[in-house]
């Protein structure tokens, strides 16, 4: 092999690891667990989302293991309910995260977080029906929550409902006229109505 080629291959090799990095690093910004989720996990949990979870992975994946069966062992522990579904939720395992969240649910019916994880969770599921009961359980609670006005608005736009999607999208506005999310709305809203 030429120097000229060593010289290639090796420039290759690092360019490959330089965008391989550059595409996980952008990846793990964008992935999202719902702000509520992370919010009521008690201060032990893993982290969430592209966070390094540090050390070795056997070691990580046993922590998860008994986090889990801690859960299933203990249902009426409710952070240990939470802390399954936040788990089963980064490893994209709707419905399992959905089975722990209603167990919390259960042990603490007003628990805000909950709630709006369970609308969040739902959507991320597809499952659009559940997704809007929970989030509008949620909007009852408090109604000026963005972060709920617009899971809300899009669970009904995701199911066609117009006038349901309108009525939302109003009350975002009158919650946060500068709503990053408000020109995607109103576009899906018109292309709703134009069917």
Do not use: C
Not at 104 to 129: E, I
Not at 149 to 175: F, H, I, N, R, S
């Amino acid at each position: 092999m030429s120097r000229e080629n060593l010289l290639f291959g090796v420039i290759g090799i690092l360019l490959g690891f330089i965008v391989g990095f550059m595409f996980a690093s952008s990846m793990s910004q964008k992935t999202q667990t719902p702000a509520s989720m992370s919010q009521s996990m008690p201060s032990d949990h893993l982290p969430v989302g592209g966070q390094n979870a540090g050390g070795n992975p056997d070691q990580v994946r046993a922590q998860v293991t008994a986090d889990i069966e801690k859960a299933r062992k203990e249902p009426q522990n409710f952070d240990a309910q939470v802390k399954a579904a936040e788990l089963f939720y980064r490893i994209g395992r709707y419905d399992q995260s959905i089975e722990f969240l209603l167990k919390a649910n259960q042990l603490k019916p007003a628990d805000y977080d909950t709630v709006v994880s369970l609308g969040m969770v739902n959507f991320q599921a597809g499952h659009f029906d559940p997704a809007e009961k929970w989030l509008t359980a949620a909007n009852k609670m408090k109604p000026d929550d963005v972060t709920v006005l617009e899971g809300l608005t899009d669970t009904k736009l995701q199911k066609g409902d117009a006038k349901g999607a309108e009525e939302a999208m109003a009350q975002l506005e009158k919650a946060n006229p500068n709503s990053d999310e408000l020109p995607r709305f109103r576009d899906l809203l018109t292309k709703l109505k134009a069917k």
